[in-house]
């Protein structure tokens, strides 16, 4: 797994954590053979996740977009105080994404609670235990999207959140704002 600099944002170690992903999909599911499980992770999703990484062609990285962590951004401090969960809160992630001029093709987002550090953020994402479909996994491993933004918090619930919105080819003319 990547080694994470001790001056780095949490957002961007995430980030960096989902490309290493994506990047060495067979390395990490060595790892995760090799780690201890997490608190309440399912043994078969566990399995699951390792066998279809070592399926996975490598994939580009995502790129960093400075609007994309806004509107993860926002959705993460409207649940932060309330303790509220999912992902319907803000006004959704499309009118969240196009407040900040984000007009994806695709968009999804995966959020994390309970977790701080940004290996177990991936981790419990990747392995999306007790979640219908592993539609967490499918986004980070989904050759759709192309950009992303990360924004991690406090959450009155749960402790620790972190949202991850992706976004898909965005039309000719649409500037990028990098971090």
Do not use: W
Request: proline fraction near 6%; aromatic fraction near 6%; hydrophobic fraction near 35%.
């Amino acid at each position: 797994m990547p080694q994470v600099a001790a001056a780095q944002s949490q957002e961007q170690a995430v980030l960096d954590e989902i490309n290493y992903v994506r990047a060495n999909p067979r390395a990490y599911a060595d790892e995760l053979r090799r780690a201890e499980p997490l608190y309440g992770e399912d043994p078969d999703a566990l399995d699951e996740a390792i066998a279809e990484l070592q399926r996975q062609r490598p994939l580009p990285p995502l790129t960093a977009d400075g609007r994309i962590d806004a509107a993860a951004r926002d959705h993460a401090s409207a649940q932060a105080s309330r303790g509220s969960v999912g992902h319907g809160a803000s006004g959704g992630l499309g009118q969240r994404l196009r407040k900040y001029g984000v007009f994806a093709g695709m968009s999804a987002e995966n959020i994390s609670y309970g977790y701080e550090h940004p290996r177990d953020v991936v981790r419990q994402l990747v392995v999306d235990s007790r979640v219908p479909g592993r539609c967490h996994r499918r986004n980070i491993l989904s050759t759709g999207y192309s950009s992303a933004g990360v924004a991690c918090g406090g959450h009155r619930s749960y402790g620790a959140m972190c949202v991850i919105d992706f976004a898909g080819a965005m039309p000719e003319g649409v500037a990028r704002a990098a971090r």
